[in-house]
């Protein structure tokens, strides 16, 4: 297909699934994490901000060292997961999942926070007044007038994994079909001199990229909850 | 219902009729919301509360917003701006209690048929007011708040908007707690008053009463007035006029559609009250009644007082100048005549 071979592919399925899985289990973290830090008056607040933003001005290669360390025999990571039976997870495609929990974090929890803020604390109060409990007011306010914030945190987690490439590096090396995702593959071809199998591999990262934002200002200008976007 | 609460330095202990509208009056900064969300559940203050037989907080015992049986109408919009006005009503009418009004019935009283598939940007203040009100009666609840839901409106949209809530006041059999800090709306809606400053309770009684004494409006101001209740006597198609008589004499207001026989709440502001020492034919005064003088201000500053003037068991207020009660030589307990230059009908 568009002249990629079989190991293109593969690492492009690799890439599409890690940004799958990474976005689903983001989002699933940072609803209460986004409700928390929206709604928290704790001394905790700032420090775990900070933590949660970290990864946007942290060298990747840092965290990818960090979480190397982590991962192995010796940190804490890795000493869980040999007694939990999954022996090391460097240099694994749950590895990776985790190490993009982490980097792509900042870009998931902030929009969904933003639109959190935004929405203020009135409509679950009414709700309250008309007996919603608190599922009910989950379900009923919070994900739909919050729905342009999950949307582009959604976008934004599968767009920034997407371009992962220090982080994999270090925690994950270039295993075919494991480990070596598109942004890795690319490089290989640049280090082969391989200039046009790197070019459709660029091309193609180049294109994904631009229409998922595309959509997403698409998505803004259409609607009157721009605000929510927090970029 | 028993509230006693210290936090906010929220200090008030009553009770309240089960089946009347009491308004929370108050200036701003008394504690009015504070007192209106505890019993909502929205806020949290030391304290305990009974609800008839059930209690909702009592020590560490505290019922939750959602499971108490109550409405509450928000000072501003409080729409669910995801959701179409129709949307907004539905919303309250999957989570009904069993004895929750049909939704035709309170779209008819709020005449909401014609907004239904608004959206709530689309709609003016009032008329989302309106809807807020409409949400909060087809929850069917047991206790109706409303936290001042005129405040942030004109006055032509709270025009626009009284004439419901007067419709609405009268025509519930549940009991009402409205806050506001106007002295118009109270008088046209409330039955009991409950007065806040700063956080206690300084009075509580039936609206007239208080509103004799003085102690709603600032003693001076245009609010100080007076509220009797009177029934259609006659009508006089040629004027229109209508004859209202209550237990000390008869008045004549503009007649607009009060049916014969029916009750009205009338009130009269001190500054509309003048007095004479005879019944002239020779003014334009409709509304001359003979009365005596029960009792007289005793302000010693400022050129007005007040007199308050007992007809038959009715009372009224006059504002004067110091200068007139002087120069007519009033005193209490003289018969004078009260010239009453208008009356408005507030019910």
């Keep these: 297909m568009m002249g990629f071979d079989s190991q293109d592919m593969t690492a492009l399925l690799l890439t599409l699934k890690l940004a799958l899985v990474v976005t689903v289990l983001l989002l699933v973290i940072s609803t209460p994490l986004a409700w928390w830090l929206s709604r928290s008056r704790s001394w905790l607040r700032a420090p775990v901000a900070a933590l949660i933003t970290l990864p946007l001005i942290l060298p990747p290669t840092v965290l990818g060292f960090y979480l190397l360390l982590a991962m192995g025999p010796e940190g804490p990571i890795g000493y869980l997961s040999e007694r939990l039976g999954m022996g090391s997870l460097a240099f694994s495609f749950t590895g990776l999942v985790i190490g993009s929990l982490f980097y792509s974090l900042p870009f998931v929890v902030q929009p969904i926070q933003n639109a959190m803020e935004s929405m203020g604390e009135r409509p679950f109060e009414v709700a309250a007044t008309l007996r919603a409990g608190p599922v009910d007011r989950f379900f009923t306010l919070l994900l739909p007038l919050c729905r342009t914030g999950f949307i582009t945190a959604a976008a934004l987690g599968f767009a920034h994994t997407l371009g992962e490439f220090g982080v994999v590096l270090m925690i994950g090396g270039n295993i075919p079909g494991e480990t070596q995702v598109l942004s890795v593959q690319l490089y290989e071809h640049v280090e082969a001199l391989d200039y046009p199998r790197a070019h459709r591999l660029a091309a193609l990262m180049l294109a994904l990229s631009f229409i998922t934002m595309l959509s997403l200002h698409g998505l803004r200008s259409g609607k009157r909850s721009a605000k929510v976007l927090g970029f | ?347």
């Design chain 2, 1 to 347: 219902m028993a509230f006693p609460g210290d936090k906010f330095a929220l200090d008030a202990e009553f009770s309240l009729p089960m089946d009347r509208v009491t308004a929370i009056f108050g200036p701003s900064g008394s504690g009015k919301t504070t007192l209106l969300r505890c019993i909502a559940g929205l806020q949290r203050a030391r304290g305990e509360l009974f609800f008839g037989d059930a209690c909702w907080q009592q020590g560490r015992h505290c019922l939750p917003c959602h499971r108490r049986p109550i409405a509450y109408v928000f000072q501003e919009a409080s729409l669910f701006p995801h959701l179409s006005v129709a949307g907004n009503l539905r919303y309250a009418r999957r989570r009904a209690a069993p004895q929750a009004p049909a939704l035709e019935e309170v779209v008819d009283l709020l005449d909401l048929a014609a907004l239904m598939s608004h959206r709530p940007d689309q709609l003016s203040g009032g008329e989302r007011q309106r809807v807020a009100i409409a949400r909060a009666l087809l929850i069917g609840p047991e206790l109706l708040l409303m936290d001042e839901p005129l405040s942030g409106l004109d006055d032509r949209r709270k025009a626009e908007i009284l004439p419901y809530l007067e419709t609405l006041c009268r025509a519930s059999n549940i009991p009402i707690l409205y806050v506001s800090h106007s002295v118009d709306e109270v008088c046209r809606l409330a039955d009991t008053l409950l007065m806040l400053e700063n956080g206690k309770v300084s009075h509580y009684g039936p609206m007239e009463e208080l509103l004799m004494q003085q102690v709603i409006a600032r003693p001076g101001s245009a609010d100080v007035s007076a509220v009797l209740r009177a029934r259609v006597n006659r009508i006089d198609e040629q004027w229109q006029l209508a004859e209202l008589a209550f237990n000390g004499g008869a008045l004549w207001v503009q007649h607009n559609d009060e049916a014969l026989g029916s009750e009205q709440r009338l009130r009269i502001r001190a500054q509309d009250v003048s007095i004479s020492l005879s019944a002239h034919g020779d003014s334009s005064i409709l509304n001359v009644l003979p009365c005596s003088i029960t009792a007289i201000s005793d302000e010693a500053v400022g050129a007005m007082q007040v007199l308050t003037l007992q007809l038959g068991s009715e009372r009224l207020l006059a504002r004067l100048t110091r200068r007139s009660i002087d120069h007519l030589g009033l005193t209490v307990g003289m018969s004078v005549f009260a010239q009453i230059k208008s009356v408005a009908i507030i019910r």
